[in-house]
């Protein structure tokens, strides 16, 4: 009997764009606990809510994990996206799926962050004017992450949040939903954001 070679790391499947100029493209899902990549139809309806949002937007995915949030915004023409995640499994998949998609001369537009996102928050301005929120479900990040968030915003910035169907976070004062759709375990919202 031959002696089993230890297997890489499995992967809980893919995820594939779904529009923009890298659409089709698969991106894998790291088996992580906790890890839940956006349903393809809540992407679908999230972009379509950002339509005529994204050309040249400065784009945050804050809690990135597989970055299809992140590398849809870049596909539907986002001039910048920064992907922050600090699981390195996670992160070796995001790093991957950046070069190879970056080969078709977008290069550089999407940066990946080896941080947590409290950390990576304490150490960058932004400004941004577009921020994916969607931490992992047991961390309850939400109040945090928003808070630190806030002075990091371009003036109007819109903010998605995506939350257990059950919990919705509290926002910051002066934050507008804009929309919000559920799934029966998820909760997705679009708020515009107000300062001053």
């Known amino acids: 009997m031959k002696p089993r070679i230890a297997a890489a790391p499995a ?3 893919q995820v594939r764009l779904i529009g923009g100029a890298w659409r089709g493209s698969k991106l894998p899902v790291p088996a992580l606990p906790g890890l839940r990549p956006t349903s393809d139809r809540v992407r679908e309806t999230l972009f379509n809510w950002l ?3 994204l050309a040249g937007a400065r784009v945050l995915d804050l809690f990135a994990g597989t970055g299809a949030l992140g590398f849809e915004a870049a596909s539907r023409g986002a001039a910048s996206v920064d992907l922050v995640e600090s699981a390195p499994l996670a992160l070796d998949a995001l790093r991957s799926a950046a070069a190879r998609l970056g080969r078709d001369g977008s290069g550089g537009k999407v940066q990946v962050h080896a941080q947590s996102a409290m950390a990576f928050l304490a150490a960058q301005a932004g400004p941004w ?19 630190a968030l806030v002075p990091r915003l371009a003036p109007r910035a819109r903010v998605y949040v995506e939350s257990p169907v059950d919990a ?9 939903l804009l929309r919000e759709t559920a ?5 997705a919202a679009l708020y515009k954001v107000e300062q001053g």
């Open 183 to 187: 799934t029966r375990e998820v909760r």
């Open 168 to 176: 919705v976070p509290a926002v910051p004062a002066g934050w507008v």
């Open 51 to 53: 339509h005529g949002e």
């Open 129 to 147: 004017d577009l921020a994916f929120v969607d931490p992992p479900f047991a961390g309850g990040l939400w109040a945090e992450a928003l808070a």
């Open 11 to 13: 992967a809980a499947g």
